[in-house]
Structure formats: structure tokens, C-alpha cells
T-cell receptor, first 114, second 112 residues
């Protein structure tokens, strides 16, 4: 089992460009979560998805950010027109989607906006 | 407002001693609480889960307590080793949703 795979590991974008972050959950997991982490800070919840559905996006900024988890393929976190403040580590996690089970995290994508 | 607070200051302890980390929460009614370890540049790794009806959970040198009256969890590492140095995160899960909300984390450094 390869675990949760995120790519790319590092992404550099100029201000105004789009960033696409990919996450393949663990085999058998149908629940995906995205978190943002700034240096020296904790994980901030962004969005929780199941296949083809957004369950909770209460942590997503209202503009420029979107997420999807299609029937086939990885989950995508998309940031349009990036700004310097979007620079952070973005972590994806997956779980079985039952209570009392842990989340398995990927290694993260480090986004740098220049 | 809802808050999950962990010691913001780094915790330095001597090798062999017991490290105790605190997780306090307000305006949550968690069904369970989890602890994760995060090393620099890596994703968090699950350590332990404790349910609201459990007082204590152990795994090897790790022990977690959960006091829903005090709204607090304590995480203990006994016989600490330099390899235990990392940031430790607590996460709450509420009933009916499978969302995990994380605290800010505490950095632990075990000195040889």
C-alpha cells in the first residue's frame, strides 16, 4: 500500500498564476481532507470530500480556492490567481470515513508564490 | 468560539524523563480525540485515539488521558528518547462528522 500520495512535493508559482495540487488517497479510502499549514503553526482544516461530493468546505477561502474529488482520479485542490499569502504547506489526508478511525497523511505540497 | 489549545512553548526535557503534553479545548463536544506526531517537512503520523467514554489509553511508552469534564487531554511519553523529538498534535473528532480539527501542536525536544 503506497499510502497517501501528493504531488508535486514542491510547487513554485508567480503571483496571478494557478496552482493545482493533487492527492491520491490510500487504497480503499473514500474520504479526503485538505489542510493548510503555515510555518510554526498547526494544521488548518480547509475541506472534506467524498467521491464526487464536497461534505464540508467551511475552512476554504470564499474566493480563488476550489476542491474536487472525481469518481476517477485524484482529489485536486485548485488555487486561482495565487498571491504571496497562499505560500504554505498543503497536506492531504484520507480515511475510511467511519468514526474512531485515524487519518493518514501525505507528505504535503509546499507552495511558494514568488 | 471553538478553540483547541496546546502548549505553544517548546518543551525541553532530559532523556529518560516523562514528557507530558496538554491539549485543552473549548466549545467542542468531541466524540474522540487523537494524537499525531509530525517531523519537520513531513506529514503527521497517527499515534493514539481515545474515545469520550474512555479515561486512559496506552501504547508502549505512550499514554493518553481524556477528561471531558475538564475538557482536556494529556499525552505522556515515558522513558523519553532523543528520537521522540518532534511536534505533537492533538485532533478532535465530533460525532456525526468525520472531520478532524487540529490543535496548534507542541514541539518536544528530548535532550541526550
Amino acid at each position: 500500500n503506497a499510502g497517501v500520495m501528493q504531488n508535486p512535493r514542491h510547487l513554485v508559482r508567480r503571483r496571478g498564476q494557478e496552482a493545482r495540487l493533487r492527492c491520491s488517497p490510500m487504497k480503499g479510502h473514500s474520504h479526503v481532507y485538505w489542510y493548510r499549514q503555515l510555518p510554526e503553526e498547526g494544521l488548518k482544516f480547509m475541506v472534506y470530500l467524498q467521491k464526487e461530493n464536497i461534505i464540508d468546505e467551511s475552512g476554504m477561502p470564499k474566493e480563488r480556492f476550489s476542491a474536487e474529488f472525481p469518481k476517477e482520479g485524484p482529489s485536486i485542490l485548485r488555487i486561482q490567481q495565487v498571491v504571496r499569502g497562499d505560500s504554505a504547506a498543503y497536506f492531504c489526508a484520507s480515511s475510511l470515513g467511519t468514526e474512531n478511525t485515524e487519518a493518514f497523511f501525505g507528505q504535503g505540497t509546499r507552495l511558494t508564490v514568488v | 468560539s471553538q478553540k483547541i489549545e496546546q502548549n505553544s512553548e517548546a518543551l525541553n526535557i532530559q532523556e529518560g524523563k516523562t514528557a507530558t503534553l496538554t491539549c485543552n479545548y473549548t466549545n467542542y463536544s468531541p466524540a474522540y480525540l487523537q494524537w499525531y506526531r509530525q517531523d519537520p517537512g513531513r506529514g503527521p503520523v497517527f499515534l493514539l485515539l481515545i474515545r469520550e467514554n474512555e479515561k486512559e489509553k496506552r501504547k508502549e511508552r505512550l499514554k493518553v488521558t481524556f477528561d471531558t469534564t475538564l475538557k482536556q487531554s494529556l499525552f505522556h511519553i515515558t522513558a523519553s528518547q532523543p528520537a521522540d523529538s518532534a511536534t505533537y498534535l492533538c485532533a478532535l473528532g465530533t460525532s456525526g462528522t468525520y472531520k478532524y480539527i487540529f490543535g496548534t501542536g507542541t514541539r518536544l525536544k528530548v535532550l541526550a
